[in-house]
């Protein structure tokens, strides 16, 4: 499998050369964009939603540029997509609520809240038991503000820089939770389709033709009421001149 998810939307030439004849060359191509701009919309709020049914993630980590990179496309290139990364998720993330609770602990210097004896239980998946993570701990990184969840490897050898230089000491590493793109992968998706990939592509697809006739109909019944503006002008005009 790629690296990368993309959801890529274009348009038929059957279909712009269609409302190019209904609408006018330039008409056609702001209706088709607007057409576009908004399934893209809709699609990147969609797969959040669907993304939050199965792990414990905030809307509004699993639409951060880091995770999920859109293109609208213009009125010149009538061509979007919505791609989703396979950039590492950090496990503290996935704590939820429990992060301000941590943030707390962390503030008091309560270490035996945040640096347990067992690891730490982390509930990634909301359809799933809690994860035992051993050995695993929250702290906050000594050279900067970052918080997260670390875990301690491997054998204890002497650090050789850093806080405890000369102290005997297992390394540590930063966990991640699973990605969007594992996530929708491998979950089973909704009305008969394998994935989550699979049901949001068909979704978005059934979604962009909803939208392009939405938008056809919105400008033809605009034009429509611009003509009968026009008729009437000249009508009232007409009579005043009678």
Do not use: C
């Not at 670390?150 to 991640?176: C, D, N, T």
């Amino acid at each position: 499998m790629s690296s990368n998810f993309r959801i890529g939307f274009s348009i038929p030439e059957s279909t712009i050369t269609d409302m190019r004849n209904r609408l006018g060359g330039h008409k056609a191509a702001i209706a088709l964009q607007q057409a576009l701009s908004l399934t893209i919309q809709q699609g990147r709020k969609a797969i959040a939603r669907r993304l939050v049914e199965e792990v414990n993630l905030r809307v509004g980590t699993i639409t951060d540029r880091k995770y999920m990179a859109v293109s609208k496309g213009s009125w010149r290139n009538l061509k979007g997509w919505i791609k989703l990364t396979r950039r590492p998720v950090p496990m503290w993330e996935y704590l939820g609520r429990q992060r301000g609770t941590h943030l707390k602990n962390l503030a008091s210097g309560a270490w035996s809240k945040l640096r347990r004896p067992g690891g730490l239980k982390i509930a990634i998946r909301k359809k799933a038991a809690p994860e035992q993570f051993p050995k695993a701990f929250i702290a906050q990184m000594p050279t900067s503000s970052y918080v997260g969840v670390f875990q301690r490897v491997g054998v204890k050898a002497i650090m050789k820089k850093g806080k405890y230089e000369g102290q005997r000491r297992e390394k540590i590493r930063r966990l991640y939770g699973p990605t969007a793109v594992g996530v929708m992968a491998f979950a089973r998706g909704e009305e008969g389709q394998p994935t989550i990939l699979a049901e949001t592509a068909a979704k978005m697809a059934q979604r962009f033709l909803i939208n392009i006739k939405s938008k056809l109909d919105w400008m033809l019944s605009a034009a429509g009421r611009a003509t009968a503006r026009r008729k009437a002008a000249r009508l009232t005009k007409a009579i005043g001149h009678g």
